[in-house]
């Protein structure tokens, strides 16, 4: 730069073209996934150490090397329609029931209270105190009322989903601007053509925030009534494992779990992609 | 006074369109009296616009108009019908575009006929679209979505949009203030051209005083507490305007003009 303006105020006609060399930041050098190997790494090579030298007891925390061979033996035992998938399966059908009736659910009540003047005076505050409670909490209540079977995850799952998806669904109602409003007007739009064709779809991008973090906690739920309440799912094998102190089956157990929740969490994504395809968003930011 | 500037201006042959007598408008609220016995007369095929500092009711005067909100007292006609709320005759554009991302530029020109009449008739109002995007010199754009038009852009789709159903009246909200100079004169100069080729009653409001004479056959100039109409204001310029008509002493006294009497106002 100073070089530029020594040069300025006498400029000759073989004068230096002024070019230099911008500094890039060396991580903006690097590929994404090369930066994410290398924690990867750091991670896995911690935990190694960690375990080598045997600071902690190896029945707390097992070896990467065991884990690994632990989740080996319930990846072949899911693949070869084992125990363990049809547990699996049990906790997925609680996952996809109580997502889709956190959808209805939060949907609806969304729609009740960012549209309706009612709703949002006298239902809100109530929402919001319900919001505050610590759901998982009331997963013996919902055993008491509904059972031992999957229904009384599914209401938990459901439960904890469904608050993050009327929050969406009632600030994306809210996400219109003035002017849209106005100009709905002077077309003389309906009320529901009003919240259809222009209210609905301008807060699509909050309404999947939303759901993201109801697909989020949907799968928290659904392995914390599994705790609580029992039955045969997904989160009775931890539950089991981790009272046999069997650390590496608890982890490998949780690891695949981990692998049905980013499904859950990608299909949304890609819904949203689809859907919402006018509105860009940055991996990781929630809206 | 008003009346008697109104009576002798506006193109001669000019039939009355929209026809403003007495209007006032005082929000029950606050008690603030917005508006206070306006009288206006657009004719057929004129170019009117108000101007004023903020307060002065020009809002009031235009969400009138757009049937958007009653007034307290005074008479609104439109085409020889009084204005009892929103009405298909009546084009409205704003200071932003307002084009809605998930359709594309051809259907959210149709959007006013599919609120109003359904998607069927939106469907037959296609052709009728794409010529008006031909008009705006947005030929090709038809299936782009709004996030891929630039803003000068995304406002000439917009006023397709509003000519779209033949509004007897356009009503303009500062429809090009979000641009950057060189765009907005461009575009005053396409909406001159598109206002005569459409033989268009339009009712333009502004905070620019250039835009105003420019554009425009007649400036209302409104003040403040309460808002109510100081002068209007003829613009004896020929048409077709110019942009060169911008550098004319003509020009410049009728600019020199309406910022005297803008500042009139000011010492309120």
């Known amino acids: ?287 | 006074m008003n009346t008697v500037a109104v009576e002798n201006s506006g193109s001669p042959l000019g039939e009355p369109v929209y026809q403003l007598s007495n209007v006032s408008k005082t929000y029950a609220r606050n008690l603030v009296v917005a508006l206070e016995s306006v009288d206006l007369t657009l004719t057929k095929g004129s170019f009117t616009s108000v101007i004023g500092s903020s307060g002065c009711g020009k809002s009031t005067l235009l969400k009138i108009m757009a049937g958007l909100i009653p007034p307290s007292s005074g008479r609104v006609t439109l085409q020889g019908e009084p204005v009892k709320g929103t009405r298909r005759d009546i084009g409205m554009m704003f200071q932003q575009a307002t084009l809605f991302p998930w359709k594309t530029a051809v259907e959210n020109i149709v959007l006013p006929i599919e609120i109003r009449d359904g998607k069927a008739a939106a469907t037959k109002a296609l052709d009728k679209a794409h010529e008006l995007l031909e008009i705006v010199g947005l030929k090709g754009f038809e299936n782009v979505y709004p996030n891929e038009l630039s803003g000068g852009m995304a406002q000439r789709a917009s006023i397709c949009r509003m000519l779209i159903t033949e509004p007897a009246v356009l009503l303009l909200d500062e429809p090009f203030s979000a641009l950057d100079e060189l765009s907005r004169d461009m575009m005053n100069m396409e909406l001159q051209r598109i206002c005569r080729e459409q033989d268009a009653t339009a009712f333009l409001v502004t905070h620019s005083i250039q835009e105003a004479v420019i554009l425009s056959d007649e400036i209302v100039v409104m003040k403040p507490r309460p808002g109510r109409v100081a002068e209007i204001v003829k613009v004896d310029l020929p048409r077709p305007r110019t942009l060169d008509m911008m550098t004319t002493p003509k020009f410049g006294e009728i600019v020199d003009y309406i910022r005297g009497l803008l500042d009139k106002g000011e010492g309120m």
């Open chain 1, 1 to 287: 730069m100073s070089d530029v303006q020594s040069g300025a105020p006498a400029p000759t006609q073989d004068a230096e073209d002024t070019v230099w060399v911008q500094e890039v930041s060396f991580i903006d050098s690097v590929p994404r996934w090369i930066a994410m190997s290398f924690v990867f790494f750091v991670f896995v090579g911690t935990w190694q150490m960690v375990t080598y030298f045997e600071m902690v007891s190896p029945i707390i925390l097992p070896t990467p090397w065991e884990t690994l061979l632990d989740m080996i033996f319930v990846g072949k035992n899911l693949l070869s329609g084992g125990y363990m998938l049809v547990s699996l399966w049990i906790t997925i059908q609680e996952v996809i029931l109580g997502f889709a009736l956190a959808i209805f659910i939060g949907f609806s009540l969304g729609i009740l209270v960012g549209e309706t003047a009612f709703g949002e005076k006298a239902v809100m505050p109530y929402l919001v105190a319900i919001d505050t409670m610590p759901k998982v909490a009331f997963a013996p209540l919902f055993v008491a009322w509904l059972g031992f079977g999957i229904e009384s995850k599914v209401a938990l799952a459901a439960f904890i989903a469904t608050f993050p998806i009327v929050v969406g669904t009632a600030a994306g109602l809210h996400a219109a601007d003035e002017n849209a409003r106005m100009l709905f007007k002077t077309m003389g739009a309906t009320r529901l053509q009003t919240l259809f064709k222009m209210k609905l779809p301008t807060g699509l991008p909050q309404i999947f925030t939303g759901l993201k973090i109801g697909a989020v906690g949907v799968m928290a739920g659904a392995i914390t009534g599994e705790f609580l309440g029992g039955g045969k799912g997904f989160g009775e094998l931890i539950r089991v494992a981790a009272s046999q102190l069997n650390t590496p089956r608890v982890f490998s157990l949780i690891l695949y779990l981990s692998l049905v929740g980013l499904v859950v969490y990608l299909l949304v994504m890609f819904a949203q992609r689809k859907i919402v395809f006018w509105h860009e968003e940055r991996v990781g930011a929630h809206d």
